[in-house]
């Protein structure tokens, strides 16, 4: 058998891979378990332990109230430049708090407030469904005078930029979009539309939730207007973590926060009866953080920085292609099939793969295989490589698991009934 498919080849990989001590970073209760959900909830860096115990225990414990002022502030802040670092955005152009799809509702309706006279709005039928549901909730608030355009995809995988362009004209208000593509993990050209976008005279809004801590992104190169992005996933920022919105700098005089509170305001401590907001990013936020959550994801964000995000795309796109020659050997003949794009310069860090009992084996793989993927409907089972923890040898496992798994289709003794599916 050639060499390259067989256990010891992985092992080796995990060998000389040059990240391979950053998964000693992250508490692994189970080495046996083979984890490829991190693109949906990251594993927990063991330093985010002690950052939880030290606000919870040495500030919220001993300091009280007074550990507002000693750094709670401007948490948001310093978090928020950090992630700054991993987007290609500067320090005073990113802020973290509530959620992606809140930021998305933020930001969403601050563009859409800004060109009155435009009626029209830009997505696609990939995007995360969260996300167009914020859209047409604010086309609802807005008087219902907007269309939105959701741009199909031909192969259901991939959306070309020139099907972007067509749909762009001098109505276009915003171009809202998800850099990575959650089901499939196809990879927007971000400056190719972004400047599409621009030449119609309309923002282009990114939503970096699967890209940010896996893919390098260049909001600056790109001249983006407008981004948000999740923290729980490929920046291991623990189980509902608030998220990070970017605004240009030239853009935060210009655009509104369509939800002004007092976290937003020029003199928060002045407690005035009028909303005046911060001439900074600051203006983009509302209310109280959830310090413990905030804070936690520090540790990620640090990780992520001191491996290097080029040298974790470069293993990430190593994982994934490995994944799939593998899946070429071992799975193709089975009948499983591929559902994310062969070229690694169109996708993100986890790749589909279909098959009509999709779900069942999805149920095999967990309860007996000790193997976590996870589904997305119809029949996708997605698989996530996190290039700071995952090692070769669990990617080797994984389809060795649905190989034995098809060939014995022990799936079978598997309800088909959905229940609760993460
Ligand atoms: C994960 C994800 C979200 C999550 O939104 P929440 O508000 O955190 O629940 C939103 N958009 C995309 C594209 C995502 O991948």
Redesign the pocket.
Known sequence: MDKKYTLEYAKELDRTDELRTFRDAFHVEDPALVYLDGN?LGRTPKRAFNIVQEHAKDKWGNRLVRAWGEGWMMLSERIGDKIAGLIGAETGEVVVA???????FKLAAAALADHPERTEIVTDEL??P??LYILQGLVKLFGNKHTIRVVKSEDGLTISTAAIARELNDKTALVAL?ATA?KSGFNYNIEAITKLAHEKGAYALW?L??SVGAVPIDLKAANVDLA???T??YLNGGP?AP?FLYVRKDLQSRLSNPIAGWFGHGNQFDFELEYKPADSIRKFLTGTPSILSLAAIEAGVDLIHEAGIQKLRAKSVQQSEYFIELFEHALKPLGVVLRSPRDVRERGSHVSLGHPEGYRIDQALIQEMQVIPDFRNPDNMRFGFTPLYTTYEEIFKAIEALRHILEHKTYEQYSSERVIVT
């Open positions: 949906s509530d959620s992606t799809s809140v930021n998305l995007n995360f969260s996300d998800t959650f939503d939730s699967h948000i992005g999740c729980y996933k509902g998220a």
